[in-house]
Every structure is written in C-alpha cells, then in structure tokens.
C-alpha cells in the first residue's frame, strides 16, 4: 500500500516565490503583529459612550406650523426682485471658458 501526499501547486512566478521565501521571517512578524492587533481589538473592552459628547439623537425639532402654540405669520414674505445686471468682462470670460470646455467635450 503506497501513501501519496498532494502537495498544492505554489502560486505566483518564480520570482514572486522566491520573493516571499527571502522574506518570509519579515512576512510572518507582519501577519502576527496584524493578527495581533486584532485579537486586542476583539478583546478590548466595549467604548462607553461619552455623555458630554454630540447626539444627534438627543435634538427634536418640532414644525411650528402643525397644530402647535406658535402664531401664524399674518403678512406674506417679503421677495425682493433683482435687477438683472449686464455682463461685465469677466463674465464673458467665463461665459468663453465653459463654451471652450463644451466644445473639448465634444
């Protein structure tokens, strides 16, 4: 009775195996450091939260405008209409960047 061994076939080029065989002791303190650090923060005791720290949470705001105490406003907003100002130089000059920057587009 004969007992065979599979062996996996390595991966990687030649140069890639021999890479990894040089620096196998620099790979290996590499993988247990990160391994390491891992093992801590699993082990870690849970943060606690700060109590003094920002909630987003701890903030309700309300809509003054559904059945709460707040008056309603009595007049409409005042909308203040702009005079359309004309084109100054540097406006044109953006006006022809953004037209030279379509046409490179296309």
Not at 27 to 32: D, E, F, Q, T, Y
Request: glycine share 4%.
């Amino acid at each position: 009775m004969t007992l065979t061994v599979d062996q996996t076939q390595p991966h990687g080029s030649r140069t890639q195996r021999l890479r990894r065989m040089v620096n196998a002791e620099q790979i290996a303190a590499s993988r247990a450091r990160l391994l390491g650090l891992q093992r801590r923060h699993r082990l870690a005791a849970p943060q606690v939260p700060n109590n003094d720290s920002f909630n987003q949470e701890d903030f309700h705001f309300e809509d003054p405008g559904c059945g709460s105490n707040f008056p309603k406003q009595d007049r409409e907003d005042d909308w203040v209409t702009l005079i359309p100002e004309e084109p100054d130089d540097f406006d044109h000059a953006v006006y022809a960047d953004r037209e030279r920057w379509r046409q490179e587009a296309n």
